[in-house]
């Protein structure tokens, strides 16, 4: 890799080579420069038939998880704040907070919600919900690359010693019950509450991070064990009977573009307008569509494509949503009109969502300051289905969020569709080439 000092007008110029559009992303607070400026490549519109590759978003784009995370960020202020109930602090503002913590890094929603919501911040209670979080991730968490950050946050508060008490609980007892998991926070409370000093909001943004992945782990966990419908009671979730359910026609979206469905993607013309239809009255030629469709079907047996998915969540928190949304596809291909054959086949590629996908990029597989809105998960998940830059207009990509366009733009991908729902909806696409508002739906039906 060759390297070379130039001067600034150099610089410039070479920059304005990489193309006519760019994009400035604020970096976090601890990173110098504040900001990096990304070239955007250019926007394409080409038909679904001309793609040999798709990249899929996974929160809010594949599955309806946005709704577990907004619940957990929520919860951090609700615990920083010692407001508990709806009648005390009203909660996220759908407006004004949600175009901001969706779709970016876990450390710029935790930011933005600690500067807006600063006011209503207790250190007591900041303190107690710290070591909360970290003695629950570090009992009961599964995501080791979490409980090595807990235990680094411990250390920064000088707090080693209840790490080590932990430890040694975790040594002679292997199942600590609901119970001595309360009285172990009660005494950790008493004990070491008054040795935390917190400097400032950088402080408060890495207990947040904390405060808030030990919500949502508690959560997938619990969905892991089956409690996903108790969950969803408890939580007053407005969310149909999955608490993580595929989003509209992802299945058949999936099982057309990997060739599986052939011609028998005609007879999925009554399901996809009915989605359409929810939001438009335009009337649709339904005898045209199931022609497009055959025609789209028989294509992708002979050429299928290869399917990535991109996520900012980390590799545990992945393999748990996406195992819960192949659950929810397999029992969905039941009610499907096509031969039973062709449901045994397209069940067996929906058992196991890690052998469905050519590539799986998780935050795992980079770090907490390269995740979107910056380019590397795309560029890795590019790199994993071997699709050379040549052919990056041949990859299309789905996202529901503004970071997520802009790091799919930046890596190069100009088929660029915004698929907003009910969470995103606030969210500014002017990064997308095609706004798909019934989701894949419209990339579906497009012809
Ligand atoms: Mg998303």
Excluded at 111 to 116: G, N
Excluded at 364 to 389: F, G, M, N
Aim: aromatic share 8%.
């Amino acid at each position: 890799m060759s390297k070379e000092i130039v001067n600034k007008k150099t610089a410039i110029k070479m920059l304005s080579r990489l193309g006519s559009e760019f994009v400035i992303v604020d970096n976090p607070s601890y990173i110098n420069p504040n900001y990096d400026i990304f070239p955007l490549s250019k926007k394409l519109r080409d038909p679904l038939s001309k793609m040999i590759a798709s990249v899929m978003d996974m929160d809010g784009t594949t599955t309806t998880t946005e709704v577990l995370c907004i619940h957990s960020l929520e919860f951090m202020i609700r615990k920083f704040s010692g407001f508990l109930t709806p009648q005390q602090w009203r909660g996220l503002d759908h407006e004004k907070d949600f175009p901001n913590v969706i779709g970016n890094s876990t450390t710029k929603h935790v930011e933005y919600l600690i500067k807006t919501y600063g006011k209503i911040i207790n250190n007591d209670f900041v303190i107690q919900s710290f070591i909360q979080a970290a003695v629950w991730t570090l009992l009961f968490g599964k995501d080791e690359g979490r409980k090595r950050e807990v235990i680094d946050n411990l250390s920064a508060f000088n707090l080693s010693s209840l790490h080590n008490e932990i430890s040694l609980k975790l040594k002679d007892n292997l199942s600590i019950s609901l119970n001595e998991f309360d009285s172990i926070i009660k005494k950790a409370q008493r004990k070491y509450s008054k040795l935390i000093v917190i400097r400032g909001e950088s402080d408060l943004v890495r207990i947040g991070i904390d405060v808030y992945y030990q919500r949502y782990h508690e959560i997938l966990e619990r969905i892991r064990n089956g409690e996903a419908k108790q969950i969803s009671n408890e939580l007053n979730l407005e969310i149909g009977k999955h608490l993580i359910e595929p989003m509209p026609a992802i299945g058949v979206f999936l099982a057309l573009v990997k060739g599986l469905l052939g011609k028998d993607a005609s007879k999925f013309v009554d399901y996809l307008v009915q989605i359409k239809k929810k939001s438009s009255s335009k009337n649709i030629d339904k005898s045209k569509l199931e022609n497009h469709l055959a025609l789209l079907g028989e294509h992708f047996q002979k050429y299928p494509m290869k399917v990535a998915i991109v996520t900012s969540s980390i590799k545990y928190e992945a393999d748990i949503v996406l195992s819960e949304v192949f659950k929810v596809l397999t029992n969905e291909v039941d009610n499907w009109n096509i031969s039973k054959s062709k449901k045994i086949k397209i069940k067996n590629h929906f058992t196991a969502f890690d052998k469905f996908y050519e590539a799986i990029i998780t935050a795992t597989d980079s770090s907490e300051i390269r995740l979107k809105p910056h380019r590397d998960l795309y560029s890795l998940a590019l790199y994993r289905l071997s699709i050379p830059v040549k052919d990056f207009n041949k990859v299309i990509g789905f996202e529901d969020s503004e970071s997520g366009l802009i790091a799919m733009r930046a890596a190069g991908i100009g088929n660029c569709v915004a698929v907003p729902f009910a969470q995103t909806s606030g969210h500014n696409f002017q990064a997308a080439s095609i706004i798909a508002k019934n989701g894949v739906v419209d990339i579906l039906t497009k012809s």
